[in-house]
């Protein structure tokens, strides 16, 4: 991350009629010739701001509104504080410090994308586990995506749903089933985001995990549903001439508890995450 501090800057704006601040011009041209802004960009840098106005007065600066794009700067807005003590003369000096941090573009790690969905996979026995293998490359996974609906109930499913990671065991798109303990799980998904449209849902792990050029299972797991009118999942999948490339899908027999190979299906998916 990246800091900058610039100091005591003048600010005469006001709630009513706010001051206008753009980085690199004007009284933040050069910051009494010790600091110059690099270019900056909101699409690949996150940028954060304090204004402290305390070490000169008993002041406070509002920033107003967001921080916007002006050419290669980034423009904002301050005003004194209504409920800050303003100096006798109508306006306060402040201090700002930036924080640039370089943004790192999300990758696709691999998908198969819902435009292929022709058939749903109703998730609704408690537990409910239905594997989707993939291939990994060497990236930081942080999220997978599954294209889910309740299947046009007024309704909403019950409860919470999420994501794990698993190591693939079988032939790829063929007898892919996962093994062992999860690898990474992602938080609880609200079944209460799920209703009667079709929607990319994501599922966000909160420990990435770092996978290699190697095969993988992510898991579904619903537990809530019952399988009556309104409380299930249902995942859009392909179950017509799906690529063994692609993956395939597996469902866990509660019964007998073993894994059941989709046969040549393969769930809707994106797995995502960040280049290593």
């Known amino acids: 991350m990246n800091q900058i501090t610039v100091k005591k800057i003048k600010v005469i704006g006001t709630q009513a009629?706010?001051?206008?601040?753009?980085?690199?011009?004007?009284?933040?041209?050069?910051?009494?010739?010790?600091?110059?802004?690099?270019?900056?960009d909101l699409t690949t840098t996150s940028v954060s701001m304090i204004c402290d106005g305390s070490i000169y007065q008993d002041a406070k600066i509002n920033q107003v509104g967001n921080i916007s794009q002006s050419g290669n700067n980034i423009s904002f807005f301050l005003a004194v504080s209504d409920t800050g003590?303003?100096?006798i003369d109508g306006f306060c000096y402040c201090d700002i410090t930036f924080f640039l941090e370089?943004?790192?573009?999300?990758?696709?790690?691999?998908?198969y994308n819902e435009t292929n969905r022709d058939a749903t996979e109703a998730c609704w026995y408690q537990p409910y586990l239905i594997s989707?293998?993939?291939?990994?490359?060497?990236?930081?996974?942080?999220?997978?995506?599954?294209?889910?609906y309740n299947g046009g109930y007024a309704s909403h499913p019950p409860g919470f749903c999420?994501?794990?990671?698993?190591?693939?065991?079988?032939?790829?798109?063929?007898?892919?089933?996962?093994?062992?303990?999860?690898?990474?799980?992602?938080?609880?998904?609200?079944?209460a985001l799920i209703d009667n449209i079709w929607r990319n849902i994501e599922f966000n792990f909160p420990l990435p995990y770092i996978l290699s050029e190697i095969y993988y299972c992510i898991v579904i797991e619903y537990y809530d549903g019952d399988g009556?009118?309104?409380?299930?999942?249902?995942?859009?999948?392909?179950?017509?001439?799906?690529?063994?490339?692609?993956?395939n899908t597996a469902i866990f027999i509660r019964d007998a508890g073993t894994w059941v190979i989709g046969g040549t299906h393969a769930l809707c998916f994106y797995v995502k995450g960040i280049s290593l």
């Open 17 to 40: 009629n706010t001051e206008q601040f753009i980085t690199g011009s004007g009284k933040l041209l050069y910051n009494y010739g010790a600091t110059v802004f690099p270019p900056i």
């Open 85 to 87: 003590k303003a100096s």
């Open 102 to 111: 370089t943004i790192i573009p999300e990758v696709i790690i691999d998908s």
């Open 132 to 148: 989707q293998s993939f291939t990994g490359k060497n990236a930081l996974m942080t999220k997978c995506i599954f294209n889910i």
């Open 162 to 191: 999420r994501a794990k990671l698993f190591a693939h065991s079988g032939t790829f798109g063929v007898t892919s089933t996962p093994t062992g303990s999860p690898l990474a799980t992602s938080d609880n998904v609200d079944c």
């Open 228 to 247: 009556s009118s309104g409380k299930r999942l249902y995942l859009g999948q392909d179950v017509t001439s799906v690529p063994e490339s692609v993956g």
